[in-house]
């Protein structure tokens, strides 16, 4: 098969076979989703510094009722107290 692309050999695959059609969407579904869980790990997380001149240590300026997890299940951030010293 030399010379034929990736995407028609895969079209072909799927003419042949129509039900590869759900597995390459619940694949495709992961792979965004996975895309995205990292982008938002990389833009919105306090342990990642993108600029270090300007704010060396981003987890400094956190408050205590921020909330940076993804779930907090049981957790209220708008009640929470200040119990650490300011740096």
Not at 37 to 59: I, M
């Amino acid at each position: 098969m030399a010379g034929t692309g990736l995407g028609a050999r895969l079209y072909r695959q799927i003419k042949r076979h129509p039900a590869l059609i759900p597995m390459i969407g619940f694949i495709g579904l992961g792979m965004g989703s996975a895309a995205l869980y990292l982008l938002r790990l990389a833009l919105r997380s306090p342990d990642v510094c993108w600029d270090r001149k300007n704010n060396p240590e981003p987890w400094n300026r956190l408050s205590p009722n921020d909330q940076y997890k993804f779930l907090a299940v049981s957790t209220d951030y708008k009640k929470l107290k200040k119990d650490r010293p300011d740096f």
